[in-house]
């Protein structure tokens, strides 16, 4: 009998797990967490925050660098963080690198009313790449408008658009509630009311419509929103497992602010070690065939009792 949820009990999370898993993960010292890389699961560390997000700006650049007419080439990317995007437009701006033969797929999107949000939605994700990237690009460097991807509620064109070009990366944040994308632990209902989906049955799932977990929408609400979570949309789109195993290679950054020490060590550990499990959906990279964690060191913390 698996564990009740200590923070949703109608839902699956991490504290669905058995205690002994999390504790080994709160043990982890920055020397085992660089240990545990293993064929198809890298680990990097960087020093400085500067160091880390041009880093992972340098992932939209050499991905693009690759396209070509006959083999167009892309990225998919987060919205969290956005630290990374405003580097992106000037590193291809300063290096004249036209985008002509490349792609852009956006991860996610806020649904309200049972539809995506407009571009002009203060919290959007299409709003927030085209504002901090693609509109601060020269426009003999831009990429085709046809070429930048979206997630939409009917998603036929969306997942159409992931066969049009290679993505040569997958980057994402890990939320609290350790999703990549939306990619959030179901609800305990129905069929899963005991069990959640198992990894085999979840990685089947496409871009779609979900229902965001409640530590996803408190996390949003801190993290963007100054702790408004009324303004804070209960669903959204989401790429799906089914496009993100289309991805060449998967790359997570983790800056230290979007997840908590635990979380970070966890996923690391449960990727490493192949203990895949859909109360944890970053888990199941375990599978993919090449992931990459990117840790700010100082953002690393630990999980030692500190009272405040």
Not at 61 to 75: L, M, V, Y
Not at 160 to 187: I, L, T, Y
Request: with cysteine; hydrophobic share 40%.
């Amino acid at each position: 009998m698996r564990n009740i949820s200590k923070v949703a009990p109608e839902w699956w999370d991490y504290t669905t797990l058995n205690k002994e898993l999390l504790d080994d993960a709160a043990a982890l010292t920055e020397k085992d967490i660089q240990q545990l890389a293993r064929k198809g699961f890298t680990i990097r560390f960087y020093d400085t925050i500067e160091e880390f997000y041009l880093a992972e700006a340098l992932e939209y650049i050499t991905a693009w660098q690759q396209g070509t007419e006959d083999c167009p080439a892309g990225i998919c990317g987060p919205v969290g963080p956005t630290e990374q995007l405003p580097l992106v437009a000037r590193i291809v701006n300063e290096l004249g690198i036209s985008l002509k033969n490349c792609h852009f797929w956006g991860m996610d999107e806020w649904v309200i009313n049972g539809k995506e949000v407009s571009i002009d939605f203060p919290l959007g994700f299409a709003r927030a790449d085209m504002d901090l990237c693609f509109n601060r690009i020269k426009p003999e460097l831009a990429m085709p408008k046809e070429n930048i991807h979206f997630p939409a509620v009917d998603p036929t064109e969306y997942i159409k658009s992931w066969d049009m070009a290679r993505c040569v990366v997958m980057q994402g944040g890990q939320g609290e509630v350790k999703h990549w994308a939306f990619n959030d632990p179901p609800k305990r209902a129905g069929a899963y009311q005991d069990i959640p989906p198992s990894p085999e049955e979840y990685r089947k799932l496409g871009t779609r419509v979900v229902d965001l977990h409640p530590m996803t929408l408190i996390q949003n609400a801190r993290t963007s929103g100054g702790g408004t979570v009324q303004n804070v949309p209960c669903q959204a789109l989401t790429v799906g497992p089914a496009e993100t195993w289309k991805a060449e290679k998967v790359s997570i950054w983790h800056p230290g602010h979007h997840d908590n020490p635990l979380g970070m060590r966890l996923t690391t550990l449960m990727i490493s070690k192949k203990i895949p499990d859909s109360s944890v959906p970053m888990s199941l990279l375990a599978d993919h065939p090449n992931v990459q964690f990117n840790f700010f060191r100082p953002g690393l913390g630990t999980c030692e009792v500190e009272m405040h």
